[in-house]
């Protein structure tokens, strides 16, 4: 699935729930592991070189089961704006994806890093996947995989995601709002050719056009499908002043109990 993880580290409680999901997705292809520690200038403006060594020996003892597991595994600490610096280090290391981790109760703005993750979700090049801490019933298999698209040449990307990923999951579910379809003035039935084209290259695709407010179908239908991972691309619909990477990330989170992964467009689709 993912063969080389970037995992943004802040020595919160988040870490052994991220390991676990490291774990769980090393029996799908991951191979290699980054361990990232950025320190920012808010939180230390003068970092000293034993500063950054004693992190660096900290991020070393998280890594060492990593590495008995058969992992390879490495270690950066770095000083710095941490979403800028986590995009430039999964550019640098040809990373797959960023795990990284929502603490509290699933809210925004509690979530690892500060606003880190939603800096960063607009920085990176590959998806990102955020772990929330508080666990619901569901996350911790493959059962049920579902996608929220809009049709846009933005959302591709994350449909390709879907597609490389649904043979791992038992469920696959596909799904688009009426709402965007009033939003960009697509029809119904320009809806179902689009899923229509999905199933064919995806068997088994449960896929719908469902009525209603775009952030709250989501959440009705994944929670409904007890899904174990949601995959949302890249929004560009200015009619509706947001992204699927900012507020809707943050309903998710509140309202879903899985993982959510975020997929940026290519430069060329923005």
Same mark, same amino acid.
């Given at each position: 699935?993912?063969?080389?993880?970037?995992?943004?580290?802040?020595?919160?409680?988040a870490?052994?729930?991220?390991?676990?999901?490291?774990?769980?997705?090393?029996?799908?292809?991951?191979?290699?592991?980054?361990?990232?520690?950025?320190?920012?200038?808010?939180?230390?403006?003068?970092?000293t070189?034993?500063?950054?060594?004693a992190?660096q020996?900290r991020?070393?003892?998280?890594?060492?089961?990593?590495?008995e597991?058969?992992?390879d595994?490495?270690?950066? +600490?770095?000083?710095?704006?941490?979403?800028?610096?986590? #995009?430039?280090?999964?550019?640098?290391? /040809? %990373?797959? &994806?960023? @795990?990284?981790?929502?603490?509290?109760?699933?809210?925004?703005?509690?979530?690892?890093?500060?606003?880190?993750?939603?800096?960063?979700a607009?920085?990176?090049?590959i998806?990102?996947?955020?772990?929330?801490?508080?666990?619901?019933?569901?996350?911790?298999?493959?059962?049920t995989?579902?996608?929220?698209?809009?049709?846009?040449?933005t959302?591709s990307?994350?449909?390709?995601?879907?597609q490389?990923?649904?043979p791992?999951?038992?469920?696959? +579910?596909?799904?688009i709002?009426e709402?965007?379809?009033? #939003?960009?003035g697509?029809?119904?039935? /320009? %809806?179902? &050719?689009h @899923?229509t084209?999905?199933?064919k290259?995806i068997?088994?695709?449960?896929a719908?056009?469902?009525?209603?407010?775009?952030?709250?179908?989501?959440?009705?239908?994944?929670?409904?499908?007890?899904?174990?991972?949601?995959?949302?691309?890249?929004?560009?619909?200015?009619?509706?002043?947001?992204r699927?990477l900012?507020?809707?990330?943050?309903?998710l989170?509140?309202g879903?109990?899985?993982?959510v992964?975020?997929?940026?467009?290519?430069?060329?689709e923005?």
């Open positions: 699935m993912f063969p080389h993880v970037v995992i943004a580290i802040d020595f919160s409680p870490w052994p729930l991220l390991e676990q999901r490291l774990i769980r997705l090393r029996a799908k292809g991951v191979k290699r592991v980054s361990l990232v520690h950025i320190i920012s200038p808010k939180s230390l403006p003068s970092a070189e034993s500063d950054i060594q992190l020996d991020l070393q003892q998280q890594a060492e089961p990593l590495t597991l058969g992992l595994t490495a270690c950066y +600490v770095d000083t710095g704006k941490p979403s800028e610096q986590l #995009a430039a280090y999964a550019d640098k290391l /040809a %990373a797959d &994806l960023i @795990l990284i981790g929502c603490q509290g109760h699933g809210r925004w703005q509690e979530m690892l890093l500060g606003s880190t993750a939603l800096n960063l607009h920085l990176t090049r998806p990102l996947w955020l772990e929330p801490v508080a666990q619901g019933e569901h996350g911790d298999a493959y059962n995989i579902v996608l929220a698209t809009d049709m846009s040449p959302a990307k994350a449909e390709r995601l879907f490389t990923l649904a791992h999951y038992q469920h696959r +579910v596909a799904i709002a709402q965007l379809l009033e #939003a960009d697509y029809s119904i039935e /320009a %809806a179902q &050719l @899923l084209a999905l199933a290259r068997p088994k695709l449960d719908i056009v469902v009525p209603g407010e775009f952030k709250q179908v989501i959440i009705h239908e994944a929670n409904a499908w007890q899904a174990d991972v949601i995959i949302i691309g890249q929004q560009g619909h200015s009619r509706l002043h947001e699927l900012g507020s809707t990330a943050q309903t989170l509140e879903a109990a899985c993982p992964i975020l997929v940026p467009s290519t430069p060329q923005s």
